[in-house]
């Protein structure tokens, strides 16, 4: 559990939640860690336990093999929200006001724009870090709101989590049964596994 934290702490957790209008329409959760590597239990890991991402894993899609576009945050985070490589959609360096934005031509194009097309509603929890910030349009983003720490904050993330739940509950049955009960932090660790 205590790795499990470091985990948390140490990378970045992006949860780009999308539900479903209509019922054939299957539920998406993209998570995005940065520097997270196969240290999850799902992918072998002997010393890393993660029950509650592997039953995740486990009902639906787990990717075997990954690449990243660019070994940088802004271009590989532009590069995943838009399918593109970082020389064609233009996002080359950091999230930072001296360097390209995504292209124009590009951003009626980014992943939550086409889930809201499809009839999906989106949501984010931590850092977005891609500019601008604009042409990213998710329903809920709970970014602005974590802890003064930042996304790095567990107890914040933690928090955020149980207000996407919250949100998510007023029109999707709620995916446990029961109320829980255990504070922010404690839902946020019980998450990781």
């Keep these: 559990m205590k790795l499990s934290l470091t985990i948390l702490t140490s990378c970045l957790l992006l949860c780009a939640q999308a539900f479903a209008v209509a019922a054939e329409k299957p539920n998406?959760?993209?998570i995005i860690a940065d520097d997270l590597r196969l240290q999850l239990s799902c992918y072998g890991d002997k010393h890393i336990h993660t029950p509650n991402i592997d039953a995740l894993a486990a009902s639906g899609t787990l990717f075997r093999t990954a690449?990243?576009?660019?070994?940088?945050?802004?271009?590989?985070?532009?590069?995943?929200?838009?399918?593109?490589?970082?020389?064609?959609?233009g996002h080359l360096g950091l999230a930072k006001p001296q360097n390209p934005p995504l292209r124009e031509e590009y951003r009626n194009q980014t992943l939550p724009v086409l889930m809201?097309?499809?009839?999906?509603?989106?949501?984010?929890?931590?850092?977005?870090?891609?500019?601008?910030?604009?042409?990213?349009?998710?329903?809920l983003n709970l970014n602005a709101k974590v802890g003064p720490a930042g996304a790095r904050e567990v107890s914040a993330m933690a928090e955020a989590a149980g207000q996407l739940r919250s949100w998510t509950a007023r029109t999707v049955p709620p995916p446990l049964e029961g109320r829980d009960e255990a504070g922010p932090r404690q839902r946020g660790l019980r998450l990781l596994g």
Aim: hydrophobic residues 40%.
């Design 67 to 89: 690449y990243i576009a660019q070994s940088s945050c802004s271009p590989s985070r532009a590069s995943i929200y838009t399918g593109l490589f970082p020389h064609t959609h």
């Design 116 to 139: 809201k097309a499809a009839g999906y509603r989106t949501a984010i929890i931590g850092k977005l870090h891609v500019n601008p910030k604009s042409v990213f349009p998710f329903d």
């Design 28 to 30: 998406v959760l993209l």
